[in-house]
């Protein structure tokens, strides 16, 4: 596709449960982000991709976060044991593999857990 | 710390009257200095990058600016369409990783 896709567009999910939330960068991005948008505060980057190279996992917020892009393209971020806390919008961005690359984003997952 | 500052939270404009934007930065060595837009449910859309001190950036109504502390974003005539949530990020040296630090938006509202 032309621009970064995500799936679900939606999800809604029971305290407890593990959800996953995927990206599909633009074709030919090396670089793959997952920011956190909570109600009221800026993105908060979670995780970082650059080709083989091993992620920057600095920005998860604990443990239950995990990430994998497989095959240098999609990129599955996991939330085990979902916290009401957890409820925001997951965005991920893909950029080329320059420094000053900019970022675009996708439409994001909104994530609500009850 | 690093961090990036918006100001002010919300604007409400008038078409046609024009207005400024403000994202001051404070960071270790600025790598670049981007403006995106959003819109309510979607992802924020790519609008500008500057680099360097004394650069400037124009599309349509919109134009960016850059100092050594801070960035204006511009809006000449703005139309209701105009109407968003304006975001500012930076990257910065420092890190191996390119991310990006977000202030927490101008919510923008152009009334007809």
């Known amino acids: 596709g032309a621009g970064v896709s995500q799936s679900p567009s939606n999800k809604v999910t029971e305290k407890g449960k593990d959800v996953e939330l995927r990206c599909d960068p633009i074709?030919?991005?090396?670089?793959l982000y997952w920011y956190r948008q909570s109600l009221g505060q800026g993105l908060e980057f979670l995780i970082y991709f650059q080709g083989n190279s091993a992620p920057d996992k600095s920005g998860l917020p604990s443990d239950r976060f995990s990430a994998e892009r497989t095959g240098g393209s999609v990129s599955t971020l996991t939330i085990q044991r979902t916290q009401q806390e957890d409820s925001a919008v997951y965005l991920c961005a893909s950029s080329g593999r320059g420094t000053q690359e900019t970022q675009y984003f996708g439409p994001g997952t909104r994530l609500l857990v009850l | 710390e690093d961090q990036v500052t918006q100001s002010p939270e919300a604007l409400r404009l008038q078409e046609g009257e024009s207005s400024s934007l403000n994202c001051s930065y404070t960071?270790?060595?600025?790598?670049?200095l981007f403006w995106y837009r959003q819109d309510p449910g979607k992802g924020p859309e790519f609008l500008f990058t500057l680099y360097s001190a004394g650069e400037e950036k124009e599309k349509e109504r919109l134009k960016a600016t850059l100092t050594k502390k801070e960035s204006f974003l511009h809006i000449t005539a703005p139309k209701p369409e105009d109407s968003a949530t304006y975001l500012c990020a930076v990257s910065y040296y420092g890190g191996a990783t390119n991310k990006l630090i977000f202030g927490t938006g101008t919510l923008l509202a152009v009334q007809p």
């Open positions: 074709s030919g991005h090396t670089a």
């Open positions: 960071v270790s060595g600025l790598r670049g």
